[in-house]
């Protein structure tokens, strides 16, 4: 029996990012990528999907990353996905707003897919 497939669910509004990101996660097989527009589908699709892992922007239209995230880690049933933001933002005040909001990793745009699976497999790795 084969292995299941980490569920990654991809928050982010740059539809094209999310695309790119899914189809290099797919290729091997591993993963499987849901992807959500803005903050409000992605909360929905967190407590609906379940994923073992979400990548979330902080940079959105109407909802940003930050609300986003303190919603999910204070949500019944998403507070123990791990939360990986996937950013443009390299200041060291995001990152540790987002350190204060429990994110479980900060990863900066663009990013090498070989690193983002890292930081996938690291964070669901220590949510097991």
């Not at 290729?27 to 527009?37: F, H, P, Q, R, S």
């Not at 940079?59 to 940003?64: C, K, L, V």
């Not at 990353?65 to 996905?81: N, P, W, Y």
């Not at 996938?120 to 220590?126: E, L, P, Y």
Request: hydrophobic share 45%.
């Amino acid at each position: 029996m084969a292995d299941k497939k980490v569920k990654v669910l991809v928050i982010d509004d740059e539809e094209s990012l999310c695309f790119f990101v899914k189809a290099n996660l797919e290729l091997g097989g591993k993963y499987e990528v849901l992807i959500a527009t803005n903050g409000m589908k992605g909360l929905w699709s967190a407590e609906k999907d379940k994923p073992d892992v979400i990548l979330l922007d902080i940079m959105m239209s109407g909802m940003d990353g930050f609300e986003v995230l303190k919603r999910l880690k204070s949500g019944e049933k998403t507070s123990m996905i791990p939360v990986i933001m996937l950013t443009a933002l390299q200041d060291e005040g995001s990152k540790a707003k987002a350190d204060d909001l429990q994110s479980d990793d900060y990863v900066v745009k663009p990013v090498a897919i070989g690193i983002l699976k890292e930081s996938i497999d690291a964070a669901v790795k220590g949510r097991k």
